[in-house]
């Protein structure tokens, strides 16, 4: 609850109902970009079959900046040297980060490439603090994906898949960071969009020639849809929730993100789980929780 006292009058205001509403309203957007960002990662087996991890992402990514671009009409030569150094840094970030996670889920289970890639910024929100006590979340988080990697009979991680997890991860915990402040440094969606856009460009030398020649019609309307889903919705949903909750918050609810990549990999790509999987999970999870919640204090 958020109490202010009123300059000569000693009195309280209360902003209860603004700030919760914010709240909700941002707590409903991770949800969905978090459903929108694992169910569009399984529905994309195909795509990522046909084309292979870094053609579907320049395509996905193109479609994204093309849409929003045609939608927010971004005012390029307004920009100062600052917001354009923060999109050329999101947008790389973006690439590369989005090219190794699906470079890991082409080799490695969802629930997996996700877990793998909690570590990333799990560490370093962690590490931030110092070396306290903190630092048992991210060890839980390690048993846990330890835990996914093991199916009963054996080890499920490609190395070279684990490897491109770990990549993402790291690119996540950039992200993270760079999205809240490119969301201040901008108006609306149009930090958003010059980052998709950087995004699409430098994606384009590792993906183009692998993509275009396979591309037909049926091949656009499906990748302009799946660029809805994986990226432009969660990451528009991700930058206006981050205007209106505390990063803190923020990070407790996308916690959630490992348990809806099991899910979604065991609805769309019948990758089911053992019991010792669905603890590491769980591990996973609470680390993630664990850590944000302890941060606050």
């Known amino acids: 609850m958020e109490e202010r006292t009123s300059a000569g009058t000693g009195t309280l205001t209360a902003k209860t109902p603004a700030a919760f509403g914010g709240v909700a309203a941002g707590g409903l957007m991770c949800l969905m970009s978090?459903?929108?960002?694992?169910?569009?990662a399984a529905l994309s087996s195909s795509?990522?079959?046909?084309?292979?991890?870094?053609?579907?992402?320049?395509?996905?990514?193109?479609?994204?900046?093309?849409?929003?671009?045609?939608?927010?009409?971004?005012?390029?030569?307004?920009?100062?040297?600052?917001?354009?150094?923060?999109?050329?840094?999101?947008?790389?970030?973006?690439?590369?980060?989005?090219m190794s996670f699906f470079s890991s889920i082409e080799r490695i289970p969802l629930g997996l490439a996700v877990a793998i890639d909690f570590l990333g910024p799990l560490s370093v929100a962690t590490i931030g603090y110092g070396l306290s006590r903190r630092l048992i979340w991210p060890l839980i988080a390690a048993f846990g994906v330890l835990a996914l990697a093991h199916?009963?009979?054996?080890?499920?991680?490609?190395?070279?898949?684990?490897?491109?997890?770990?990549?993402?991860?790291?690119?996540?915990?950039?992200?993270?960071?760079?999205?809240?402040?490119?969301?201040?440094?901008?108006?609306?969606?149009?930090?958003?969009?010059?980052?998709?856009?950087?995004?699409?460009?430098?994606?384009?030398?590792?993906?183009?020639?692998?993509?275009?020649p396979k591309l037909d019609a049926d091949g656009l309307i499906e990748m302009a849809g799946l660029a809805v889903l994986v990226p432009l919705?969660?990451?528009?949903?991700?930058?206006?929730?981050?205007?209106?909750?505390?990063?803190?918050?923020?990070?407790?609810?996308?916690?959630?993100?490992?348990?809806?990549a099991a899910l979604a990999g065991f609805v769309i790509l019948a990758q089911p789980m053992t019991l010792l999987q669905m603890a590491g999970t769980a591990l996973v999870v609470a680390a993630s929780a664990g850590a944000t919640f302890s941060a606050r204090q």
């Not at 978090?34 to 569009?40: A, C, E, H, P």
């Not at 070279?160 to 999205?179: D, E, N, P, S």
């Not at 205007?243 to 809806?260: D, K, N, Q, W, Y």
Request: charged fraction near 10%; proline fraction near 5%.
């Open 34 to 40: 978090m459903s929108s960002i694992q169910f569009g």
């Open 151 to 212: 199916d009963g009979e054996g080890w499920v991680g490609d190395p070279l898949g684990v490897l491109f997890a770990f990549g993402a991860g790291t690119g996540w915990a950039i992200y993270i960071v760079l999205t809240k402040k490119i969301g201040a440094s901008f108006k609306g969606l149009e930090g958003l969009s010059m980052s998709l856009m950087v995004a699409a460009v430098v994606a384009t030398p590792f993906g183009f020639a692998g993509a275009v």
């Open 47 to 98: 795509a990522i079959a046909t084309y292979g991890p870094v053609g579907a992402t320049w395509l996905r990514l193109a479609f994204a900046a093309i849409f929003l671009a045609i939608a927010v009409r971004p005012r390029m030569s307004s920009y100062s040297r600052a917001q354009w150094t923060s999109a050329l840094v999101l947008g790389t970030t973006t690439a590369l980060m989005t």
């Open 233 to 260: 919705l969660p990451y528009t949903l991700e930058l206006i929730a981050l205007r209106r909750m505390p990063t803190a918050s923020f990070g407790i609810l996308m916690s959630l993100e490992p348990a809806i």
